[in-house]
T-cell receptor
Framework: QKEVEQNSGPLSVPEGAIASLNCTYS??????FFWYRQYSGKSPELIMS????GDKEDGRFTAQLNKASQYVSLLIRDSQPSDSATYLCAVRGALWSSGSARQLTFGSGTQLTVLP | KAGVTQTPRYLIKTRGQQVTLSCSPISGHRSVSWYQQTPGQGLQFLFE???????NKGNFPGRFSGRQFSNSRSEMNVSTLELGDSALYLCASSLEVVPYNEQFFGPGTRLTVL
């Protein structure tokens, strides 16, 4: 059974600081890694996807992937109060895989609060 | 491009009833997945459809079923509702073009079972 682990938090950072969110996964053959942001009462919104080892930057967001350590992280630079939300890490196997390997498996989420 | 749409947005039912939820994927997306989200269990996978075929099913009882139509629209059905079925039901669609397989979520249907 594929597992995705996240620190549940809550994580509080001051406005303007860097927020660091971490995620580990159990299935070594996982191919695709995603970060979703979910505001209270809303549906998850995809903010980053990463497929290769290393860093991927998009605006204030940087996703980092280390497949050898089975670790993926999300850094939010210059955090804003509007970044306060639950951040969900999700992992998926290759499109050609079958069964539970190909389904998107979510961690339980990390609740982030950015203090003004 | 319009996003994923789900109807209805809110639903109140009583135990023993059945319910049908609808999902229209992003135009061009042929894969639709359904999830249940509750405060205690988080986001749990229900099933995935591609080209009208169920490709994957999560660990839910047979009361939960779904289907996909030729236009990629999907429905899920829950029969004999139980109090524990109260949840946010989310539909997500994806393009399924290697290697990009991001899933995009609709707004969800919040089901309350009384």
């Amino acid at each position: 059974q594929k597992e995705v682990e996240q620190n549940s938090g809550p994580l509080s950072v001051p406005e303007g600081a860097i927020a660091s969110l971490n995620c580990t996964y159990s299935d070594r053959v996982s191919q695709s890694f995603f970060w979703y942001r979910q505001y209270s009462g809303k549906s998850p919104e995809l903010i980053m996807s990463i497929y290769s080892n290393g860093d991927k930057e998009d605006g204030r967001f940087t996703a980092q992937l280390n497949k050898a350590s089975q670790y993926v992280s999300l850094l939010i630079r210059d955090s804003q109060p509007s970044d306060s939300a639950t951040y969900l890490c999700a992992v998926r196997g290759a499109l050609w895989s079958s069964g539970s390997a190909r389904q998107l498996t979510f961690g339980s989420g990390t609740q982030l609060t950015v203090l003004p | 491009k319009a996003g994923v749409t789900q109807t209805p947005r809110y639903l109140i039912k009583t135990r023993g009833q059945q319910v049908t939820l609808s999902c229209s994927p992003i135009s061009g997306h042929r894969s639709v997945s359904w999830y249940q989200q509750t405060p205690g269990q988080g986001l749990q996978f229900l099933f995935e459809y591609f080209s009208e075929t169920q490709r994957n099913k999560g660990n839910f009882p047979g009361r939960f079923s779904g289907r996909q139509f030729s236009n990629s629209r999907s429905e899920m059905n829950v029969s004999t509702l139980e109090l524990g079925d109260s949840a946010l039901y989310l539909c997500a669609s994806s393009l399924e073009v290697v290697p990009y397989n991001e899933q995009f979520f609709g707004p969800g249907t919040r089901l309350t079972v009384l």
